[in-house]
C-alpha cells in the first residue's frame, strides 16, 4: 500500500491530453513539493517533472506539473506512442521522515 | 554529462547479504546526497535511505534501517550499499540515485541503471 495514491492506470489517443493524479496528506503533498518520474518499459526512471511544475532540460513542454493542497497532477498533451511508460509521483514525508512514492500509473496510449 | 553506473545482477541465499555499489562520474561527488531506491518487479518505488556523500551522513527508511548500511568512497566517486538477513521479500531492482535540488526542494535527478537482486524463496 503505497503512501501517495495514482490510479493504477491510464490512457488515450495520440493527440490527446491525459491527466493523472496523486493525492497524500498534509504530512507530504501539504507540507512539501511534488515531483514526478517517467519509467519506460525496461528502463530506469527518469525525472519529468520536479519542484510542483519544474522541467529538466531535454522534457518537452507536453509535461506539465501542479500542485493543490493534499493532491497534485501530471498533464501530458498532444499524446504521442512515445509517452507509454509508468509514471510515479514522490514527496517528502515529514511524519514518516522519508521519501513516500505513489504507486505508478501505467499510461496506455491506444 | 553525469553518469551513475551500478554493480551486476546478485542471486542471493536466505539470510546472505549483498552489496550493491554506485560509480558517479561527471560532476564532483562530495557535492550531491545519494539515494538508494528499490522496485519490486512489477510494482511501484520505495525508498531506502539517503546519504550525504560529503560527510557519509545518513538517513534510512524505517522498513531497512535494522540491516541496510550506506558507505562511499570518495577517491572513486562510489557509493555502497549493503542489505544484510536477505529474504525473498528483498527481491527487487536496486536503483542508485543521485540528487539535486535546494533548499528542502530536492529530487532523484540521475538514476543508475538497477541491480537486480535476486533472493529465492
Known amino acids: 500500500q503505497s503512501v501517495l495514491t495514482q490510479p493504477p492506470s491510464a490512457s488515450g489517443t495520440p493527440g490527446q491530453r491525459v491527466s493523472i493524479s496523486c493525492s497524500g496528506s498534509r504530512s507530504n503533498i501539504g507540507s512539501n513539493t511534488v515531483n514526478w518520474y517517467q519509467q519506460l518499459p525496461g528502463t530506469a526512471p527518469k525525472v519529468l517533472i520536479y519542484t510542483n511544475n519544474q522541467r529538466p532540460s531535454g522534457v518537452p513542454d507536453r509535461f506539465s506539473g501542479s500542485k493543490s493542497g493534499t493532491s497534485a497532477s501530471l498533464a501530458i498533451s498532444a499524446l504521442q506512442s512515445e509517452d507509454e511508460a509508468a509514471y510515479h509521483c514522490?514527496?517528502?514525508?515529514?511524519?514518516?521522515?522519508?521519501?513516500?512514492f505513489g504507486g505508478g500509473t501505467k499510461l496506455t496510449v491506444l | 554529462q553525469v553518469s551513475v553506473v551500478q554493480s551486476g545482477t546478485e542471486v542471493k541465499t536466505p539470510g546472505a547479504s549483498v552489496k550493491v555499489s554506485c560509480k558517479a562520474s561527471?560532476?564532483?561527488?562530495?557535492?550531491?546526497?545519494i539515494s538508494w531506491v528499490r522496485q519490486v518487479p512489477g510494482q511501484g518505488l520505495e525508498w531506502m535511505g539517503w546519504?550525504?556523500?560529503?560527510?557519509?551522513?545518513?538517513k534510512y527508511a524505517q522498513i531497512v534501517q535494522d540491516r541496510v548500511t550506506m558507505t562511499r568512497d570518495i577517491p572513486t566517486s562510489t557509493a555502497y550499499m549493503e542489505l544484510r538477513s536477505l529474504t525473498s521479500d528483498d527481491t527487487a531492482v536496486y536503483y542508485c540515485v543521485s540528487e539535486r535540488g535546494q533548499s528542502g526542494n530536492y529530487y532523484f535527478a540521475y538514476w543508475g541503471q538497477g541491480t537486480l537482486v535476486t533472493v529465492p524463496s
Open positions: 561527471g560532476y564532483t561527488f562530495t557535492t550531491y546526497g
Open positions: 514522490a514527496a517528502w514525508d515529514d511524519s514518516l521522515n522519508a521519501w513516500v
Open positions: 546519504m550525504s556523500a560529503y560527510n557519509g551522513n545518513t
